[in-house]
């Protein structure tokens, strides 16, 4: 996987992790230089969205965020990399 090797059977079964980059795979046969290799895209299934109370605020002023994701089985609120809260 990306330059890795995971296996060394006819059949293999690789876990993605939930975060990833697209993969490529490459199989040769009896150790040849000559392999195929094909792309695999991770989609995930949810949409994460937000909406806030305002656009603009004063120094000291507060604003609301609204969960809009779809499709979501946790979440996190990170501001300049502080967690405010999450779930899962």
């Not at 993605?16 to 490529?24: C, D, G, I, N, S």
């Not at 290799?37 to 949810?46: A, L």
């Amino acid at each position: 996987m990306n330059g890795t090797e995971f296996g060394s059977s006819d059949n293999v079964t690789y876990v993605f992790p939930r975060k990833a980059r697209p993969a490529t795979v490459e199989d040769s046969v009896n150790y040849c230089l000559s392999t195929v290799g094909q792309t695999i895209e991770i989609v995930c299934p949810g949409d994460a969205s937000f909406t806030t109370s305002a656009t603009t605020i004063l120094p000291g002023g507060t604003i609301d965020f609204f969960n809009t994701s779809s499709a979501a089985n946790s979440y996190a609120w990170i501001l300049d990399g502080t967690v405010y809260s999450a779930n899962g």
